[in-house]
């Protein structure tokens, strides 16, 4: 068991040093939530504006979508291993300029094809970031303050969701007044305007060191023969490869409950839209403006009962235990889904049933951020985090190419979407029968080689 933690407030432990890592790891992820759902909330509308049969455009949104989680999962898996071998800054870095740079480059898109490429490259870039985040701030903090940074971390990264929905209601608010610059188009500005993390490389590279943790680890393992970042290590030892692949699919869960189904809430809120402008007798452009702006304020809700969600359970999973609290967020999560795709019909409704399924969406990751690194050793921490949590978007890559077949073969329209998300939420409940199969690490240290 680690040592009692202090009387005193876990932060209170933090020197200078402590805080430079987490601010800078904490703003990694951040922006990177930001990127995340600017896509969110561009993709239906570049989709209207790149495809030519406008009756598809619930089939092929789905389609980019499982593009990105696939660059998103070999990302994540390239750039863990890399940053268990080279560092974790210097990885993280590199990570936040692919994002930052393909996200800008999205809004030059000129049809499906060239945009599904941008979303790959950026879904590349954003793969590594949480593996190497949560590993860099594990391996530098205290012990004892290990959890509740972690969690803190995560439940930050809403702030960046918060930030794009602001964001979007203040382009969607230009747009409809014809004031965006160069004459773009709202999806546009919302990609060149997640092209600007890229400036929080430079501070990155030249501020923050590498853990010490890491370093001596390093050292000692070129002595040994201890192989870093090694896919080979991490798939054949029997405690790690069975850490791995029970996480995976522990995460693989939580994924599709958000990026298979309920970041495709804006496609439910532009049709509420729809219905409640039908009478208004407006433009076409200030219908679109007013989806756009709408849509933000749906991740807007969503972003902030996620941040309450997160904070919530990462208080769970440090009083109750890791697989305790990550139970219940998958049982919260599959709940408030199925609230928002059965109940979410009136306008009114989205402003208390979006934030309760962001609560119960988000909540479950903010346990995956505390758990993951607990369970690999310095030599594979960042590579099994970022197996677990990335090489499960291939999965989850899955949900939204299912959810728009099943929306096309029953005759495309939003109920046929609703249903679609309805029968794909029960695989949230699939992560609940792995959780026997992993140990608490609840008051454990770091393990070891």
């Avoid at 092929?60 to 800054?89: E, Q």
């Avoid at 941008?118 to 903090?141: E, K, M, N, Q």
């Avoid at 680890?217 to 029970?246: E, Q």
């Avoid at 997160?310 to 890791?322: E, F, I, N, P, T």
């Amino acid at each position: 068991m680690t040592a009692p933690a202090p009387a005193q407030p876990w932060w209170r432990s933090f020197n200078r040093g402590h805080w430079l890592v987490f601010s800078v790891a904490s703003l990694a992820w951040l922006f990177d939530c930001l990127d995340q759902q600017f896509f969110n909330l561009a993709r239906d509308a570049a989709m209207d504006d790149l495809l030519p049969d406008k009756s598809r455009l619930a089939e092929f949104a789905s389609y980019t979508t499982s593009v990105f989680l696939v660059g998103w999962a070999i990302g994540g898996l390239i750039f863990g291993s890399l940053g268990d071998r080279f560092g974790r800054a210097k990885i993280l870095t590199l990570s936040v300029l692919i994002y930052s740079v393909c996200t800008g480059l999205s809004s030059f898109s000129t049809g499906f094809f060239d945009f599904c490429v941008y979303r790959f490259l950026t879904g590349l870039g954003v793969g590594g970031v949480f593996g190497l985040a949560v590993a860099l701030v594990a391996d530098s903090v205290p012990d004892h303050t290990r959890a509740p940074a972690l969690g803190l971390l995560q439940s930050l990264s809403t702030w960046g969701n918060i930030a794009a929905g602001l964001a979007g209601m203040g382009i969607g608010a230009l747009a409809a007044r014809h004031l965006l610059p160069f004459g773009l188009k709202a999806w546009q500005t919302l990609f060149l305007l997640g092209a600007a993390p890229a400036i929080l490389c430079a501070f990155i590279m030249h501020r923050v060191k590498e853990p010490e943790k890491w370093v001596k680890a390093r050292a000692a393992g070129a002595l040994a023969g201890v192989k870093f970042g090694s896919y080979s290590t991490l798939l054949r030892h029997p405690t790690w490869s069975r850490h791995a692949w029970l996480g995976l699919l522990m995460c693989s869960a939580g994924i599709v409950g958000l990026w298979g189904i309920g970041n495709f809430h804006p496609r439910i809120v532009r049709g509420i839209i729809d219905a409640h402008l039908a009478a208004a007798h407006l433009t076409p452009d200030a219908v679109a403006s007013a989806k756009a702006y709408w849509s933000s304020v749906g991740v807007l809700l969503q972003a902030a009962g996620g941040f309450a969600g997160m904070l919530a359970l990462a208080s769970v999973a440090a009083k109750k235990g890791r697989r305790f609290a990550c139970g219940l967020a998958l049982v919260l999560s599959f709940l408030s889904t199925v609230l928002v795709f059965r109940g979410l019909r009136e306008f009114g409704q989205m402003f208390w049933m979006l934030p309760m399924m962001g609560f119960g969406q988000f909540s479950v990751f903010a346990v995956y951020a505390i758990y993951l690194p607990e369970l690999f050793p310095t030599s594979l921490r960042s590579t099994g985090t970022s197996f677990c949590y990335n090489f499960g978007r291939l999965v989850a890559a899955t949900a939204p190419f299912t959810i728009g077949r099943i929306t096309q073969n029953l005759g495309g329209d939003l109920e046929a979407f609703r249903t679609a998300g309805l029968a794909v939420s029960f695989v949230l409940l699939l992560g609940l029968l792995v959780l026997p199969f992993l140990p608490e690490t609840r008051g454990q240290p770091l393990p070891e080689e």
